[in-house]
């Protein structure tokens, strides 16, 4: 995997850690406001709002969403889905939102034959959307070591602007410095080199 380090210093790298951090919290205080209003004043809601809010379903679908797009802007340019699978992805995650955290989803219960609808988009439509969109090959873009240095490019960021880096204070925190692709790249010319009986030196 290509590693792509900033060549413009490293504030707009803590920058981008920031944003990711407001937006999980923009996701926490969107689904707070709509479970108090589903509660206290479910009769304000408009349609596309949730009938009967539940935490799990909403942050599924808009966690999702923030992955996908936050890998996507992660990714190269020549690494990016096309336009098609994007929209795939998007629309299976809105229909399934639609049958479960709109006012839909009280009318399937009281109409068999939404219910059917919902349950087709539910286990069949909505989940083939969502495969077609390839967001496991964005969802890489997440991991430890990703586009842009990963994680540890965050920490190095923070301390090269000054700031603290949390670690755990019962258990170590490591961080290999060597990339895994070349850890893996060395297994090879270690084989090319290994005899029986071993070596002693």
């Keep these: 995997m290509e590693r792509a380090w900033p060549q413009d210093g490293w504030a707009p790298q803590a920058m981008a850690h920031q944003a990711h951090c407001a ?10 406001l709509l479970f108090w209003l589903s509660e206290s004043r479910p009769s304000l809601l408009p349609a596309w709002a949730p009938w009967d ?38 629309l299976g995650l809105a229909l ?36 077609l969109g390839g967001a496991g090959e964005i969802g890489m873009n997440l991991n ?9 490019m965050f920490h190095l960021a923070l301390r090269a602007s000054g700031q603290e880096v949390a670690v755990h ?3 170590p925190s490591q961080f290999h410095p060597i990339h895994s692709d070349d850890i893996v790249a060395t297994v090879p010319r270690l084989l090319d080199v ?6 002693v030196v």
């Excluded at 937006?23 to 707070?32: E, S």
């Excluded at 290994?194 to 070596?199: E, G, H, L, Y």
């Design 23 to 32: 937006a999980y919290g923009a996701v926490f205080a969107v689904g707070a």
């Design 96 to 131: 399934i939102y639609a049958v479960l955290q709109t006012h839909f989803d009280y009318m399937a219960q009281h109409m068999f034959f939404l219910n059917r609808a919902q349950h087709v988009v539910i286990h069949h439509l909505g989940p083939m959307l969502i495969a």
């Design 169 to 171: 204070r019962d258990a």
């Design 194 to 199: 290994a005899s029986m009986p071993a070596t």
């Design 144 to 152: 430890l070591y990703g586009y842009g240095g990963g994680w540890p």
């Design 53 to 90: 809010f539940s935490w799990p379903e909403y942050l599924a679908i808009t966690l999702a969403l923030l992955w996908f797009f936050r890998g996507l802007s992660l990714a190269p340019c020549e690494a990016r889905l096309p336009v098609w699978r994007r929209v795939a992805f998007v």
